[in-house]
């Protein structure tokens, strides 16, 4: 497995929509902003794997409030927006 880096794009599942970005290191975890909810802590425990420039998480693992924001981190989104 390769090593979390600041940067890397964080997902629930392989093939999934990115759910932020690493944001800092942090001793047993790292941080992670999710658009629309702010800053969570991701403990090292949580991540299944990491290549690519990708970490996978195991959503079961991840504080409730976290899979909460994720589930409408776009909400704000206005759909008629081309992006």
């Known amino acids: 497995m390769a090593a979390i880096e600041v940067g890397n794009m964080v997902f629930l ?14 001793g047993d975890g790292f941080s992670l902003y999710v658009e629309n909810a702010g800053e969570f802590f991701i403990p090292q425990t949580a991540v299944v794997n990491v290549h690519d420039g990708k970490v996978l998480v195991n959503p079961a693992v991840l504080d409730i409030r976290l899979r909460d924001a994720v589930r409408h981190a776009h909400d704000a989104e206005d759909p008629k927006l081309v992006g």
């Open 13 to 26: 599942k392989e093939g999934s929509e990115g759910i932020g970005a690493v944001r800092e290191l942090k």
